[in-house]
């Protein structure tokens, strides 16, 4: 019963965290960051088509 409600416990502050992120600002710069990064990737490999 006890593993049942760590488990429980886990989820809820997972669920917690998960709902903070988009909040976060070092988070949202870390996104931005990567969605550069990713369309810089992309527009480099079309230039090599």
């Not at 709902?19 to 996104?31: C, Q, V, Y």
Request: glycine content about 2%; overall charge negative.
């Amino acid at each position: 019963m006890q593993n049942v409600q760590l488990f429980l416990t886990f989820c809820i502050n997972m669920q917690q965290q998960l709902e903070a992120m988009p909040k976060d600002p070092d988070i949202i710069a870390e996104i931005a960051t990567i969605n550069d990064e990713f369309a810089f990737a992309e527009m480099d490999g079309l230039k090599k088509l």
